[in-house]
């Protein structure tokens, strides 16, 4: 069982930045793969970015790539997403994901939702014009 709590979202101005944290419970932290979706207003729930459990591996949506960084920190149980030149319609709520991954899958399976076992809250950001 794993429990995610993410943080660091709030309001910023267009071309600024923002560092999305994702605190996980849980043992095996560094087996999972970890995702981040985010779901704006009226819309459907999309993906953002991935990584793998050792970190080697990313995936990004086009609309971020050169944008936004994912990262993390096995030892902290933390990973992040990093947000640079943010726009406004970045607004959304934030969420991250998890999944405890044995053997290889491709990164279609990372931008999938239903892939994931474990969500957390989300976090608002909120990037003004």
């Known amino acids: 069982q794993v429990t995610l709590g993410e943080s660091g979202g709030g309001l910023v101005q267009a071309g600024g930045s923002l560092r999305l944290s994702c605190a996980a419970s849980g043992r095996t932290f560094s087996s999972y793969a970890m995702g981040w979706f985010r779901q704006a207003p009226g819309k459907e729930r999309e993906f953002v970015a991935a990584i793998s459990w050792s970190g080697g591996t990313t995936y990004y949506t086009d609309s971020v790539k050169g944008r936004f960084t994912v990262s993390r920190d096995n030892a902290k149980n933390t990973v992040y997403l990093q947000m640079n030149s943010l726009k406004p319609e970045d607004t959304a709520v934030y969420y991250c994901?998890?999944?405890?991954?044995?053997?290889?899958?491709?990164?279609?399976?990372?931008?999938?939702?239903?892939?994931?076992?474990?969500w957390g809250q989300g976090t608002q950001v909120t990037v003004s014009s």
């Open positions: 994901a998890a999944r405890e991954v044995k053997g290889y899958y491709s990164g279609v399976f990372y931008q999938r939702q239903n892939w994931y076992d474990y």
